[in-house]
């Protein structure tokens, strides 16, 4: 303690368990802040997925449909999910067939670099299905 004090650092308890404890002379505010830079440096090179949601209709169009792929192949490209929704409105929900039938399509339009990470279900009025990357 007396040469962390006569050399103005701190004395800093690493291994508390060890016999006898482990410390180190050094400067406890210089040593806080390079952790803390550790931190933000993995923090940043790690990579978030998102899950990107898209809503179609039974009825879509054939344009408004290849919007749509064209938007899930960007957002997959960049590494997020894609949760496909399809919305019934009104008696079309007598017709899920017609929502199977699009999540068929659409999957077999990006098939070359997408595939299901779970098999279409209905949750209410809505059809849903989530896309990932292969």
Known sequence: MERARDAGLDLVEIVPNSNPPVCKIIDYGK???????KDKIIKKR?????V????LSPKIEEHDFNFK????RK??????KVKLNILFRGRQITHLEFGKVLIE??????????????????EGRNMVAILLKK
């Open 31 to 37: 040593y806080k802040y390079e952790l803390s830079k």
């Open 46 to 50: 790690q990579h978030v997925i998102h």
């Open 52 to 55: 990107k949601e898209i809503r």
């Open 69 to 72: 792929t064209k938007h899930a």
């Open 75 to 80: 957002f997959i490209e960049q590494g997020n």
């Open 105 to 122: 399509k659409f999957v077999k339009e990006l098939e070359d670099i997408a595939k299901l990470e779970s098999p279409p279900n209905v």
